[in-house]
């Protein structure tokens, strides 16, 4: 990736969770791959596709009981002072008539990918983008059913939910401070709607940006290895909570919740793959969760879980 950066080339990348599988994927390489592409910075699908059936969506979450196992390991490690914000995931079965392809061409979100026929995202979140020297990030942490009365005031005062998101800005800044010097938070707390067929939500993001420091100029590949895994997936402290991560999921996260992104030769726009189906042999699961602090209920998070698993196709 670096070498690809330093001599301008453009390409696509793609990093799972751990950091364990790289894809670079140059311009010209892209249409072999079967990878389809649909960021506000880079398509390669410009063709309309019409939906003529009715969506049909069905999903299948584990019960309160077997969510719970993990969740309580997750604060068993907060109490300890182990961490102080964990993101617990899970692995939901979902049923539906739209292939992979299909949700892909008809979800409307700000980046979106299909690879191969294995998984499609549609993520509402930026990771980093890198304009000239300038480097930022959009940590994005707090969701709540818009449907509520003041639902995005109620969001924004929420204990909990500012607590958390406090310390995914605060991580992300952190972060950035490897690389980038001058780093400052531009915007706080900013609210945005998620519109889906299911239920529309409230998601509350930041903006943080920097100056990129003179060593990592033009260095995306080890920018990134400073980076990743991106906090807002993960928790803080980094090390110690991905132990806990990988502890109470109990399942293999893969490619959901890496990172991937498009090189233009010149800047960079890249995101965090969440809202992600994957496809397991013949059946579907859709892999969810969100952040766990020491002032988290069960049922709240239970909810939360439940209420990211939708396609946004209305």
């Avoid at 793609?14 to 894809?23: A, C, H, T, Y």
């Avoid at 983008?129 to 059913?145: E, L, V």
Wanted: proline content about 3%; some cysteine.
């Amino acid at each position: 990736m670096d070498e690809l950066s330093l001599q301008k080339v453009p390409y696509f990348f793609i990093v799972d969770f751990l950091g364990e599988n790289v894809e670079i994927y140059k311009e010209n390489e892209i249409k072999k791959s079967g990878l389809l592409i649909d960021f506000q910075s880079f398509s390669n699908t410009k063709e309309k596709h019409d939906l003529h059936k009715k969506l049909e969506w069905k999903a299948f979450p584990e019960t309160l009981e077997s969510f719970k196992k993990g969740f309580d390991k997750v604060q068993k490690n907060i109490h300890f002072g182990n961490s102080y914000l964990v993101n617990y995931t899970r692995k939901t079965e979902v049923q539906t008539n739209l292939s992979l392809e299909e949700i892909f061409y008809h979800s409307i979100a700000k980046y979106k990918v299909f690879y191969k026929d294995f998984f499609v995202f549609f993520s509402p979140e930026t990771f980093v983008k890198i304009i000239d020297s300038k480097i930022s990030t959009y940590p994005m942490k707090g969701t709540i059913d818009a449907s509520l009365e003041n639902a995005a005031e109620v969001l924004k005062n929420d204990k909990k939910e500012k607590a958390e998101h406090y310390t995914v800005v605060d991580l992300l800044r952190n972060d950035l401070s490897m690389v980038a010097d001058h780093v400052k938070v531009d915007q706080f707390q900013q609210i945005d709607l998620i519109r889906t067929r299911q239920k529309d939500l409230y998601a509350m993001s930041s903006e943080i940006s920097g100056t990129i420091k003179p060593e990592f100029k033009r260095k995306i590949g080890s920018i990134m290895k400073k980076l990743l895994p991106a906090g807002s997936i993960l928790g803080a402290p980094k090390p110690k909570t991905l132990e806990i991560i990988l502890d109470a999921e109990g399942y293999d996260r893969g490619y959901y919740t890496g990172v991937c992104g498009w090189f233009d030769g010149e800047n960079l726009d890249s995101c965090v793959m969440i809202r992600y189906i994957e496809k397991e042999e013949d059946r579907l699961y859709f892999k969810s969760g969100g952040g766990i602090t020491h002032m988290s209920r069960l049922e709240d998070e239970y909810q939360e879980m439940k209420n990211k698993i939708y396609v946004p196709i209305h």
